[in-house]
């Protein structure tokens, strides 16, 4: 097996001690050899992952699609207009009433809430609007706030369907205060807003 006579034992022991072997010239050439091309197939192994990851998955799974046309958005609108934009009441005594129907129209294509503010009110002098014709009743008061010029709030005072046209009933109230032959110019400001 080793080519040539064992070496006698050592003392105490019952195994041969070995012998060193050289390795063969060849060996570490290939060895060398076997991992450069383990190094190679390991890199080609690693670029074909990467292309498969890249192009989203293997060429196995099924897909498709499907395109969508351009379609239509579009907006609603607000808009109102009233049948004359403006009331006048004569001769009025303190307490009295004057009432007067006007017709209100939402042109746009959204419902809307209907508020209003006085620009100018004299102090002398009660402005009410309300859209409903049942309230509309000459010489009561309407069941909405008077609107006051100082600070001007809005008061709601109805709400209006879209395309509908409602009744806007105008009430002018002349207040214990108020002086004979006095005149005086109030001003209002209608804003619909989108109902909710």
């Given amino acids: ?102 017709s209100i129209h939402n042109t746009g294509g959204v419902p809307l809430d209907v508020s209003a503010s006085a620009d100018a009110v004299s102090p002398h002098f009660a402005v009410r609007l309300q859209i409903d014709p049942a309230q509309c009743i000459p010489g009561a008061p309407l069941s909405v706030p008077e609107l006051t010029a100082s600070p001007g709030a809005p008061v709601p005072i109805g709400s209006i369907a879209a395309g509908a046209t409602g009744v806007l009933c105008v009430q002018v109230t002349a207040l214990a205060g108020v002086l004979p032959s006095e005149t005086a110019a109030y001003a209002v400001s209608l804003v619909g807003t989108q109902a909710s």
């Avoid at 292309?51 to 099924?62: D, E, F, I, K, P």
């Avoid at 498709?64 to 379609?71: M, R, T, V, W």
């Avoid at 579009?74 to 009441?89: C, H």
């Fill in 1 to 102: 097996m080793y080519g040539g006579p064992r070496p006698p034992l050592e003392k105490g022991s019952s195994v041969h001690p070995r012998r060193r072997r050289s390795a063969p010239r060849h060996g570490l050439r290939g060895a060398a050899r076997s991992r450069g091309l383990l190094a190679a197939a390991a890199a080609v192994a690693g670029a074909m992952l990467v292309a498969v990851l890249a192009s989203g998955g293997t060429y196995a799974l099924w897909s498709d699609s499907a395109p969508l046309g351009a379609g239509t958005i579009s907006t609603g609108d607000a808009e109102l207009s009233l049948s004359t934009q403006s009331v006048s009441a004569q001769n009025l005594l303190p307490g009295e009433v004057h009432s007067e129907q006007l």
